[in-house]
């Protein structure tokens, strides 16, 4: 089914893809801190009232609970959506979700799976300095048992929640703070394949290789450099395990350059193994665009230094074009 | 106590037992002949043993009162508990030897051990990690309105992990079906817990949490029976989480290979008087009953597990590539 394409946030596409999948399978449910009041960011509004609390489940401030239950609840029938508020709250979860979620399929010979989401927003977001602002979408990629899901549109969210939502297995579901209120139009019915990328625009001198918050500025770095005459590839991955080798390999291959740019922090950075797996496979020339490797300041001067800009993308582009 | 009853609850002890010396020998370099190490050849089982040897009361009287589509969750000492909820002991032991046919195909060995056909999701190597599975669980059986429990087992040291709390007091908050079970055995890993542990114990954190709690002794089976029974039927009848603490003592040391010799000799001496069976065995002799039925019954129990030894050791290894087997597949699936 494919209704028409309608205006929609971020949020609100999130929250239409659960709704939908809510009402079409009873054993999906959510749980984490104020889902009862529709989500800190609103991307549960509505969801309460619509499928009550025994489905839309308030905890308490217990994140090892939280996730752990969802592991106990996938495995008596359930499909937990589990809401981490921040990524970095799920620090306080990480047993659940590295020694319990990821290895329980693999660890007792493929008795059970555990079918979960675990959404954890990333990100820099208005002032909210060291422990609300992190991108760690490294770790979690780095863990086998794991699926890693990172949109950048309102139409990705909808599609790419909706595929995990059909998946099966643990998946760690990063929507970026930054984009909550990000306007776009969603074609209902329109799933997104997890682990295949996405072409923004065309080019052959240079692909440029991103993700979630980092599609945006690297659409602006584009556009500015076309203007002088370079034709810069834009690749938004959507899913960073398992990533789109083919799309990836198969655009630097024709452009010969590949840069790969995050929010994160660069060191140990995702864009290393798209970075390294390339130069191993293709021989092309690679470069990386990450956070310095400190803490996210809350002075706007400071926090600066962790953000990605057009121009700095626009600076580690050139270089590579040397 | 019927003597019907005890004679199962001895069983099931004597079952236990059985698998634990068994395994403790395979994981010595000993052979299928029960105490002929040979000198020189691999361990059968080579991985982290954690023997619950003395503490089967425990499992034996809390199992005996569950159904079968009641779930369990474990802790790493959980052969007790696997057996007590109706798993087959021959793939238990193929699982310890690392075998295809173990329950795990190989991949998770005794830490790992589970059958979720019986509703065993898992001892875990983390401790206090199944109290929030357990909770869990019990919330997806009480949200699909289904009629069955889950029965919650950790040691006396998970009490002081965080986790603990979590789940205690995420189970009376949503009033969930689940029955947690402290196995104080009185040391985590290698240090005496008492010391480590502020306050009255963890029954009274339970109470704390307005959770109902029975203190009792673990190597007692007739008395863990009859609790687990009044529990289970409470939790079952829809009254919330219930919290048994059961105290009992591990005979041997944290892992197979652990002596245990920071104990004190005397104390562990004095710990075998209270061993399980022979408590049970004493009772069964002062109500008047043969004491060859007891023998027969753990001549039957060290048969099974012969059988099961013998079976463990002929049968295959997995094949290298099921190492990709079992993982999370979404999408482009496993690159090697």
């Known amino acids: 089914m494919s209704a028409a394409a309608t205006s929609m946030t971020y949020a609100q596409a999130a929250c239409l893809a659960l709704a939908e999948a809510m009402r079409a399978d009873a054993a999906i449910i959510a749980l984490g801190e104020d889902l009862g009041r529709g989500g800190v960011f609103g991307q549960y509004r509505g969801l309460p009232q619509e499928f009550g609390a025994q489905r839309i489940i308030d905890t308490p401030i217990s994140e090892a609970n939280i996730m752990g239950a969802a592991v106990g609840m996938a495995l008596a029938g359930l499909k937990p959506v589990v809401e981490m508020r921040v990524i970095d709250f799920a620090l306080c ?36 300095a060291a422990q609300h602002s992190q991108s760690l979408e490294a770790w979690f990629a780095h863990m086998p048992g794991l699926t890693v899901v990172t949109p ?79 034709a ?4 938004d991955l959507r899913t960073l395990w398992p ?40 021989g092309c020339k690679v470069a990386r665009l990450g956070a310095p490797r400190i803490p996210v300041g809350y002075a706007q001067v400071l926090e600066n230094e962790s953000r990605l800009s057009a121009a700095k993308i626009e600076a580690s582009a050139r270089a590579l074009l040397r | 106590m019927p003597t019907q009853r005890l004679v199962q609850l001895y069983r099931l002890m004597a079952r236990i037992r059985a698998f634990e010396n068994a395994a403790e020998i395979a994981s010595q370099g000993g052979v299928a002949a029960w105490g002929l190490a040979a000198a020189g050849k691999p361990a059968l089982v080579r991985g982290p043993l954690h023997l619950s040897t003395g503490q089967e ?20 000492r959980g052969h007790g508990h696997t057996l007590a909820k109706g798993a087959d002991s021959t793939k238990m032991m193929c699982e310890l030897f690392g075998r295809a046919t173990g329950y795990n195909k190989g991949k998770g060995g005794s830490m790992h051990i589970a059958d979720f056909s019986v509703g065993m999701l898992g001892a ?24 069955n429990i889950v029965a919650c087992f950790f040691g006396d040291g998970a009490a002081n992990r965080g986790p603990f709390l979590e789940s205690l007091n995420w189970a009376q908050v949503y009033r969930l079906p689940v029955l947690f079970v402290c196995e104080d055995n009185r040391i985590s890993a290698t240090t005496p817990t008492g010391p480590m542990t502020a306050g009255e114990g963890v029954s009274a954190r339970a109470a704390a949490l307005g959770i109902a709690s029975v203190r009792l002794d673990g190597n ?53 008087e209270f061993d399980p069976l022979l408590v049970a065995r004493r009772k069964w002799i002062a109500d008047g009953n043969a004491g060859a039925v007891l023998d027969q019954i753990d001549s039957d129990a060290r048969a099974e597990i012969d059988a099961a030894l013998a079976v463990a050791e002929a049968a295959p290894w997995p ?18």
């Open chain 1, 152 to 230: 950048a549109t309102p139409q990705d969210n909808y599609g790419l929640l909706k595929s995990s939502l059909a998946s099966g297995d643990p998946i760690i579901y990063m929507e970026h703070k930054e984009l909550w209120g990000v306007e776009g139009m969603v074609t209902p019915g329109l799933a997104v394949p997890l682990g295949r990328a996405n072409c923004l625009r065309e080019g052959s001198d240079l692909t440029l290789v991103t993700w979630s918050r980092g599609v945006t500025p690297a659409l602006e770095a584009a556009a500015s450099m076309a203007a002088a005459g370079i």
């Open chain 1, 93 to 128: 979860a990480m047993d659940e979700i590295v020694n319990q979620a990821a290895k329980n399929r693999y660890m007792f010979g493929g008795q059970g799976r555990v079918a979960l989401i675990a959404r954890m927003p990333i990100g820099i977001w208005s002032a909210s």
């Open chain 1, 243 to 282: 990533w789109d080798r083919e799309a990836v390999f198969a655009s630097a291959a024709r452009t010969g350059r590949l840069l790969v740019v995050h929010e994160a922090v660069q060191v140990a950075g995702f864009g290393a193994e798209i970075a390294a797996s390339a130069a191993e496979n293709l």
């Open chain 2, 57 to 76: 009361a425990v499992a034996a009287g809390v199992c005996s009162n569950l159904m079968r589509e009641d779930l369990l969750t474990s802790t790493h």
């Open chain 2, 220 to 272: 007692d089976v007739e008395a863990v029976d009859e609790a687990a029974r009044q529990l289970v039927a409470e939790v079952r009848g829809g009254g919330g989480p219930r919290f048994l603490h059961a105290v009992t003592y591990r005979f041997k040391g944290h892992v197979s290979v652990d002596p245990g010799s920071y104990r004190d000799p005397c104390e562990v001496e004095a710990a075998l």
């Open chain 2, 319 to 336: 094949e290298a590539g099921a190492a990709y087997e079992d993982i999370a597949d979404t999408g482009a699936g496993v690159w090697k």
């Open chain 2, 124 to 147: 875990n190597g983390v401790v206090a990690a199944g109290m929030p599975i357990a909770t869990g669980a019990a919330h997806a059986l009480k949200i699909r309105k289904l009629p």
């Open chain 1, 232 to 235: 810069v590839e834009v690749i």
